[in-house]
């Protein structure tokens, strides 16, 4: 299960800038990576989310599915999750 | 219609480390190797796959070879096996006019069934079996020996032999560098390089007629070689003068870096490593300084790595891409140690195969091997890989094909890009056969029923 409660704090502006006020670190993400935090933000599955990104970006299933993945273990890695 | 993917990437904001010299080692992407694409050699002989290239290979030894001939009249070389006996590799250097260095019995053989004659052929190394011996005195090799017990083994074989035999002894001495090559030939310092020649000029079997050292390997100091000649000409004078013989030939090896990047230094190899020219200039030069013209010995060079290393590419192919817990990118490629030995002494180039976006992060290559130690590049500077990406490591030429060993996967093919850009293959990729051919089975032991 993932902790998103640190997720609800953040600040994220459409241009990929994210304030984190508990921390005071701030980050930047691609668009990918913000569509995903977005989502994750906002409580959806990872299929949910992996659906969302193929319907807006051309992707494979698979490639998808690791790229996640590998996005969650990196926020995990800064304590975001 | 959809947008372009690019895979996600979050980054932490930080105050940027300041790097004055502006360089970054581990990034870019080729798209072909001497106008080959890379997909190429893949497809015809399968990843991963090394590649070496004639031209390079020509190129780095002609200049070597003419900067050194330039300098002082009697240079010669001699192709140091053991940094690459590929048939294909080593033919093209006799081609060039490059005699054979050798430093076992296999390696004597190899060349001899290459077609080199064995007076072509420079027998190095700390252990020569009789027989091997036998055989290089008959041909009429130049045999450099490395100590006392080799002594007596050698005036062995030359009495199977029937004759008086020619020889070199191999010494070693402080140049100032650390760790110092000890453990070859006979020290100068001490005294035992002159016991040796006493020995030797006391022999009926025996005669002195040159003098070997190889002070270490991947050297970034020239002046070290400064030091081996001026001791090892010092050494000859003594000889000539208390023995009454001349001596015909100095060797002084090999030792000459690449452009690789040797673990440990901070410097990329660009800034660190000294062109070949400044090391071939302190032995040219310091043997004008110390002899007279008439008393030029001829003088040979066996450098390996600094004419093959960079005439080398490994390319493989990422197979799967990992995270690890402390948030580290890592990619499974499919070359490990089993095939890059080298990879314990150098941070090789890392190159990919296409432009791909997304935040660069230093990752872990590792290899396909079931070992923990297998390990190819502990901090490559790589954007995101998707699986499939081939990854292109250099420099390559030097060691790996030698060094390489056949654990749990087969050993790959080997191509080579000729000089007019014709692709071959100059080693098949191993198969079942290759590894249990010399294998015998004992008849108790072949059946079993699981």
């Not at chain 2, 996600?8 to 300041?18: L, T």
């Not at chain 2, 002989?45 to 020509?58: A, D, N, Y």
């Not at chain 2, 006391?202 to 390997?217: M, N, V, Y």
């Not at chain 2, 230094?265 to 002899?291: C, G, K, R, S």
Request: charged share 25%; net charge negative; glycine share 6%.
């Amino acid at each position: 299960m993932m902790d998103r409660d640190k997720l609800s704090v953040l600040a994220i502006s459409d241009s990929g800038f994210i304030f984190d006020p508990v921390t005071g670190h701030s980050y930047t993400a691609n668009a990918t990576g913000l569509k995903i935090l977005e989502l994750l933000k906002a409580g959806k599955e990872e299929d949910e989310i992996k659906s969302a990104i193929m319907d807006e970006f051309e992707a494979s299933d698979d490639e998808v599915t690791v790229d996640i993945q590998d996005f969650v273990e990196n926020l995990k890695k800064y304590f975001l999750v | 219609m959809k947008k372009e993917y690019i895979k996600p990437y979050i980054k932490r904001q930080s105050a940027g480390v300041m790097n004055k010299f502006g360089v970054t080692y581990n990034k870019g992407h080729r798209e072909d190797i001497e106008g080959i694409p890379i997909g190429r050699f893949t497809d015809e002989f399968g990843s991963p796959v090394f590649v070496l290239s004639e031209k390079v290979i020509r190129e780095r030894y002609r200049k070597i070879y003419s900067y050194f001939s330039s300098k002082y009249p009697k240079a010669k070389m001699s192709w140091s096996y053991k940094t690459n006996y590929l048939g294909a590799v080593c033919s093209i250097l006799h081609q060039e006019g490059e005699t054979a260095e050798v430093v076992s019995d296999f390696e004597y053989e190899k060349a001899r069934s290459l077609g080199v004659p064995g007076n072509r052929i420079i027998y190095n190394g700390p252990y020569k079996p009789l027989d091997s011996l036998v055989t290089a005195f008959t041909d009429g090799a130049m045999v450099n020996l490395d100590n006392f017990d080799e002594i007596i083994k050698a005036e062995e074989a030359a009495k199977k032999v029937g004759k008086k035999v020619s020889v070199g002894i191999r010494v070693n001495m402080d140049t100032g560098v650390y760790p110092q090559w000890s453990r070859f030939g006979f020290p100068i310092e001490n005294n035992g390089a002159f016991n040796a020649v006493k020995r030797i000029s006391h022999s009926e079997h025996l005669h002195l007629e040159g003098i070997h050292c190889h002070i270490g390997t991947f050297m970034m100091d020239p002046n070290a070689y400064k030091e081996a000649v001026k001791k090892v000409v010092q050494l000859m004078r003594k000889i000539e003068h208390e023995f009454e013989i001349t001596i015909s030939y100095l060797d002084f090896g090999g030792g000459f870096p690449s452009n690789n990047k040797l673990k440990g230094t901070y410097l990329p190899p660009e800034v660190a490593v000294q062109p070949v020219e400044n090391f071939i200039d302190a032995v040219a030069d310091t043997l004008l300084d110390e002899l007279a013209p008439d008393e030029y010995p001829d003088v040979y060079l066996e450098t390996g790595r600094a004419i093959v290393d960079e005439a080398g590419w490994l390319i493989s192919t990422v197979d799967a891409v990992k995270r690890l817990p402390d948030g580290t990118k890592s990619y499974i490629i499919d070359a490990g140690v089993n095939l890059l030995y080298t990879s314990a002494w150098y941070n090789y180039k890392v190159e990919i195969d296409r432009e791909l976006h997304g935040a660069y992060e230093n990752s872990i290559l590792y290899g396909p091997l079931c070992m923990n130690i297998d390990v190819v590049a502990e901090s490559a500077f790589l954007p995101p890989l998707p699986k499939g990406t081939r990854i292109i490591l250099s420099p390559m030429g030097a060691y790996n094909v030698t060094q390489w060993m056949q654990f749990i996967r087969y050993r790959p093919a080997v191509a080579m890009i000729m000089e007019d850009g014709k692709l071959e293959q100059i080693r098949r990729a191993e198969k079942l056969e290759d590894i249990t051919g010399p294998e015998f089975v004992p008849d108790k032991l072949r059946k079993f029923n699981l």
